[in-house]
């Protein structure tokens, strides 16, 4: 991994000859990098923390709208060492068998949603990589503390 992407409370590793783009709104942040191929994966800040299980629905459902013919696996995949919300999908696209994974996990100030896909034909060589990207993924997971008095004010 060459580059790193920093900001927004995440940091991530992807490869230096892959594109990243960046979305935004007020409700949430979206980075995505896309590989040279048909390959991507892109995570999301949903910034007013709804829960992983209701946005793992959400996310399904559009998938099922979307496609006829899709098949849903669930995982026990981790995102540093937390559980989430997680799955893997096989569907096909334009006569190609494609899979997708989903990862949600909730953060301190945000809930996070991890989505990488590719074509059945390249993920040999691609899933490794994604997910690489996946592992180097770190957020804070710590609340952020409120300031207020210093400690050795309140000694009596």
Not at 40 to 54: E, G
Not at 118 to 124: I, N, R, S, Y
Not at 139 to 149: A, F, I, R, S, V
């Amino acid at each position: 991994m060459d580059r790193v992407f920093e900001g927004h409370g995440i940091r991530f590793e992807y490869p230096d000859d892959w594109i990243l783009h960046e979305q935004s709104s007020p409700e949430e942040i979206t980075l995505t990098v896309h590989s040279p191929e048909t390959s991507f994966w892109a995570v999301t800040l949903i910034l007013d923390c709804p829960d992983p299980q209701r946005i793992m629905d959400t996310i399904l459902d559009t998938f099922r709208e979307e496609f006829t013919e899709i098949d849903v696996y669930p995982s026990d995949f981790r995102l540093l060492d937390q559980p989430t919300e997680a799955c893997e999908l096989d569907f096909v696209c334009h006569d190609l068998i494609s899979s997708a994974f989903l990862r949600a996990v909730a953060a301190p100030d945000f809930t996070l949603l991890v989505l990488y896909q590719g074509a059945d034909l390249e993920l040999d060589e691609m899933q490794p990589l994604l997910e690489k990207i996946t592992r180097s993924l770190t957020w804070d997971t710590d609340p952020q503390e409120t300031p207020g008095e210093p400690e050795w004010m309140n000694i009596v």
